[in-house]
């Protein structure tokens, strides 16, 4: 019995640590501290983060007939090629890297990041991205789907302001990023924001008003999942001191 404890104070002390660090964000529109490098239409680029953070990952591939972006088309002015996230005890961070500029583009412009805490599908929250708004936290009714009407959330309908931040929280590089056609948006948000809405499991998207290309990434947290295989491990010791 004294293995066990002792097993599981391992596995709970390891599952605090990974939640508790603290993440260095420098809001300068670059991905240097996400240890993620793009280069030129994907060319040498390297889309894997340091660990710790989550992400997803879709990029264009030149020469695809009509410029597929999957789903829509556009080439690399319509890409959304890549989404980070994590947190420590205070905020969330989130970046997103894409082919489509602050200014916007052929009539459209940048849509909020929409969350959707649990992953089922409501996407509660969304964060402003451009114009005088950016980095406002909003509670939207509900979501249009967009020109191209894929069924994921687009602009906010009838949104609530939660977080109006009195200092920046958010930037969207309004040049190529690192001589190449890529610009990121790069931004943290409060927990506290949250209130309890927050949960660990989460989804977050972000496409353009037309909805051309879009990406979603779903978080689960690592510490869970260790506390789980933690919790496993112990059962099996259980099972294994009751047989013998």
Not at 98 to 122: K, Q, R
Request: charged share 10%; proline share 6%.
């Amino acid at each position: 019995m004294k293995k066990l404890r002792g097993l599981l104070l391992l596995f709970l002390v390891c599952g605090f640590c990974q939640t508790a660090f603290a993440f260095g964000l420098v809001l300068d529109g670059s991905l240097n501290e996400w240890g993620v490098t793009p280069g030129p239409w994907g060319a040498g680029s390297d889309w894997v983060p340091i660990a710790g953070i989550h992400y997803a990952v879709e990029d264009y591939q030149p020469g695809t007939a009509g410029g597929f972006v999957n789903p829509g088309y556009g080439g690399q002015t319509y890409d959304v090629e890549a989404m980070y996230a994590t947190r420590d005890s205070n905020n969330l961070y989130f970046a997103v890297v894409t082919g489509f500029p602050s200014a916007g583009y052929g009539g459209f412009l940048a849509s909020p990041i929409a969350i959707d805490f649990g992953s089922n599908g409501s996407y509660e929250y969304g964060i402003d991205v451009v114009g005088a708004e950016a980095g406002n936290l909003s509670k939207p009714q509900s979501w249009t789907n967009g020109v191209n009407n894929w069924g994921y959330p687009v602009s906010m309908v009838n949104p609530t302001l939660v977080l109006n931040p009195a200092l920046p929280n958010l930037v969207y590089n309004n040049a190529y990023y690192g001589g190449s056609d890529h610009y990121v948006i790069e931004g943290f948000m409060p927990l506290s924001a949250f209130g309890s809405d927050w949960r660990d499991v989460y989804t977050m998207h972000w496409t353009m008003q037309c909805g051309n290309d879009f990406i979603n990434l779903g978080v689960i947290p690592e510490p869970a999942s260790m506390l789980l295989f933690g919790f496993g491990l112990a059962g099996a010791f259980i099972r294994r001191r009751k047989l013998s």
